[in-house]
Every structure is written in C-alpha cells, then in structure tokens.
Nanobody
Framework: QVQLVESGGGLVQAGGSLRLSCAAPGSIFSMSTMGWYRQAPGEQRELVATVTSGGSTTYADSVKGRFFISRDSAKNTVYLQMNSLKPEDTAVYYC????????????????WGQGTRVTVSS
C-alpha cells in the first residue's frame, strides 16, 4: 500500500518552532491535496492545514498565522512549519494525501502516514 513517511516531530518549549515533513510516492503526490491533521489525547482527529496541487491552502482557525503548509513537487514532500507553538498544539500529527481523479477532480481515496508526535512544554 502507498506509504506516507513523516518526520520532524519532537519536544519543544512553548514559543518554539518545529517543521514537519511528509514524503509521498510520486505516483500520487501530483494528484493529491496534501494535508496535516492532529489528534490530541482523548480528542478526535482534526484538520490542521491543507494544500492543493495548485498551491491553495486552508488552515484551522487555531493555527492561522502560526503554522504554514507548503509542498515541494520536486521532492514529493509536504511541510508544516509550526511557529509560536503552544501547549495546546501537543498532539500526534498525521499526514494525509487526498488522491483526486485527474478527470473529475473527485476524491478517489485517502492515504495516511503513521503519525509523528509533537509535545509542547509550558
């Protein structure tokens, strides 16, 4: 099955920064809207940010102005730059590829990474 490989999580103090990376197979990267989701303990998984193949981005209100998503087509990689981190950003962060039909633009399927843990200490 298609594998998304995440990296970049870790422990950081409040106010600090981290950058997450997610490498996807080239066979799906160009066809996909790439996104980052997160799941805190005892909470549901929530959307953090997405970027389309055309570069359009969306963000959760809680991270606007602090987190920035980008994609590098040459490396088939999506990034999440996280600045001004807060303890409430602590979660497991998951990379998502929403693979779209090149004919219709409709979603064909999703693929998920294994998750990378981000812990923000106060």
């Amino acid at each position: 099955q298609v594998q998304l490989v995440e990296s970049g999580g870790g422990l950081v103090q409040a106010g600090g920064s981290l950058r997450l990376s997610c490498a996807a197979p080239g066979s799906i990267f160009s066809m996909s809207t790439m996104g980052w989701y997160r799941q805190a303990p005892g909470e549901q998984r929530e959307l953090v940010a997405t970027v389309t193949s055309g570069g359009s981005t969306t963000y959760a209100d809680s991270v606007k102005g602090r987190f920035f998503i980008s994609r590098d087509s040459a490396k088939n990689t999506v990034y999440l730059q996280m600045n001004s981190l807060k303890p409430e950003d602590t979660a497991v962060y998951y990379c998502n590829a929403e693979v779209l039909s090149i004919l219709t633009g409709r979603k064909l399927y999703d693929r998920w990474g294994q998750g990378t843990r981000v812990t923000v200490s106060s």
